[in-house]
Nanobody, 124 residues
Framework: QVQLVESGGGLVQAGGSLRLSCAASGRTFSIYVMGWFRQAPGKEREFVTGIIRNGGRTYYADSVKGRFTISRDNAKNTVYLQMNSLKPEDTAVYYC?????????????????WGQGTQVTVSS
């Protein structure tokens, strides 16, 4: 089994920045893709960004492209999400996810492991 633990969430003002971290432990050898999803109250969980093992391929949802940056430190089994120019609509619980699939996917069912989530609130 793989365990994922997110950290770094909090309250920020619109236009501000925040960095989330996700540390993986357990059978991490099986992880190829790591990514982030988010879920606002009353809405479905949506894909935000993903990155492959070597860091050479990333994908971003249009809503965050140019503002968010995903990075990965394989030595630490950690993935990061740098969020800049935050907007109130970015407010959500952010979930780290990991997959054994080769390609980055925006489909929830393609991910094998999930973190507990960390709350990000952006005030106007």
């Amino acid at each position: 089994q793989v365990q994922l633990v997110e950290s770094g969430g909090g309250l920020v003002q619109a236009g501000g920045s925040l960095r989330l971290s996700c540390a993986a432990s357990g059978r991490t050898f099986s992880i190829y893709v790591m990514g982030w999803f988010r879920q606002a109250p009353g809405k479905e969980r949506e894909f935000v960004t993903g990155i492959i093992r070597n860091g050479g391929r990333t994908y971003y949802a249009d809503s965050v492209k140019g503002r968010f940056t995903i990075s990965r430190d394989n030595a630490k089994n950690t993935v990061y999400l740098q969020m800049n120019s935050l907007k109130p609509e970015d407010t959500a619980v952010y979930y780290c996810a990991a997959s054994s699939r080769v390609g980055v996917s925006g489909i929830k069912s393609d991910y094998d492991y999930w973190g507990q989530g960390t709350q990000v609130t952006v005030s106007s």
